[in-house]
């Protein structure tokens, strides 16, 4: 059904998305709680700098992570000096690339769920002999679920569609970084590919929509495991 | 035994008293709103800090500030039952009860939840509970997690006149068969006469009184605080007799003669069982000793032992001895002038019996 073109690109963007998501998932809930939770100074710039990609082109976000990770930038130095790892042009760099794209959407749905949790049932927990971490894991966590879903879903999906960030900093290498949004990129600029542009843009908008509807099912699943239970 | 002297600001209220609760029995924490009853609350729990002062629960420093001690909620060991139940929706009512349950408080699961009536809900999620079944789970949550105290803010609020009968058994059944001392917090004096064995009497962020029930309900000086339409004597009695054709149960106050005896509705008691009886003052009237009985008015020969001090407004609160026990009757001004009543006056104390509604009554 797939030519094995459009295979790598598919399996090559699932990969990277997932590995995205993977690691930014744990942060992003620390992020969110740190910003749910508590006031510290400096809290209203850290808020501001998560956002930036949203806001930013995604070409600025693609060249500030060349600057600081790439062979020559001073993160990238010491990633290249003490663990043997270069970033740019390669897939971990495009997962570095869809992982800070997604990041902000991610922790703001965490943060709003965060929000909308009773802090009384988190009393209620601590009273009962539960520690702080106790009460997150077993109170705070199980009911922020949906919004863990729904951002993890959304970042998800966010990565997936990356494109700006990653050709800046991973290229468009073809089995490498070259995902679906770059793959139709090459396609269109390609004189006589416009069928097999319009097949990858098919199945971009199929695994866009399977993303969705597994979210929404996800959530709703959820949300109706805590519903009209609030006595 | 938890002692607390504890002092905090909250916006333009300040909270500043000491507070002394015996280990064993129920003390009935008393306030208006606003007068700090669930702050105080909220200090012994853990959930907030004082801005000086210690707690000490046995020997065990809770908190204090001088020496920079302060427990987290956690390991208190103090069970909390909050106004709202605050049940975890995500688990069910089982999950719930287990919660905060050590390995060894596992054998007393069954007995608790027979106790408190919850055996057919075990399996329910909290959003299917009424109010009154939320409140018994999370009362007994708060006990399975083996507290050394159980603080109980104002748990009655909010429950229609059944639940919070029903639920006043279950709690007073609790503080009787689980020996666990119970620090109640109400706004309610009759709750408070229902319940308490002693009562602290909060106002304005500071305990004014404190003292067994009895007492604190027969000292007319604290009448304005505790609510005057509603002031009243508890008293102590045993059930005599049933008289099943009249559908009457005859009561002996302890300390009277025999063959004097209140009438009240059937109750539910064996004879011989122990009973607390609420008398509001405003059905108390009193009478010379030679005033001829009526049918339906119990006389008791009582003994004038103090007159309250108003001299403004129609009535006058007057405390009578009933065989030992304090008993308050509200009376016109008019009444006490014309009687020329003085202390250490022998007279009647009349009660008509339909005054006394079961809610007054309590089989203990």
Redesign the interface.
Known sequence: MLTPLEWEALALSLRISGVALAAILLPGIAVAYLLARFDFPGKTLLDGILHLPLVLPPVVVGYLLLVSLGRQGPLGQWLNEHLGVSLPFTWEGAAVAGGVMAFPLLVRAVRLSLESV?R??E?????????RW??FL??TL??ILPGILTGGVLAFARSLSEFGATITFASNIPGETRTLPLALYSLVQTPGQEAAAARLCVISVIVALIALVASEWLARRARR??????? | MLEAQVSQRLGDFTLDTSLAVPAEGVTALFGRSGSGKSSLIRLI???GVPDSGSIRLGDTWLVDTQRRRWV?????????V?Q???????YSVRGNLR??M?RAARADFDDLVELLGIGHLLSR?????SGGE?RRVAIG??LL?RPRMLLLDEPLTGLDGARKQELLQYIRRLARDTGVPILFVSHDTREIGALADRVALLEEGRVMASGPVDEMFARLDLGPRTGRFEASSLLEARIVAHDEALCLTRLALLGMPEGEMLSVARLEGRVGDAVRLRLRARDVGVAFMRTPPMPDVDCLPATLREIGDETHGPFVEVMLDVGGQALRARLTREAVSQMGLHTGQTLQARLRSVTISRHDVIVM
């Open positions: 009773d009384k049932l009393e209620a927990a601590r009273t009962l002999g539960a520690s106790k009460t077993t109170v199980p009911l495991r805590l519903e009209g239970r609030h006595a | 729990a853990g959930l987290p909620p956690h390991r208190r060991q103090l069970g909390v909050f709202e139940a605050r049940l975890f929706p995500h919660y905060g050590p999620t909290p959003g299917r509970l939320a949550r708060a997690s």
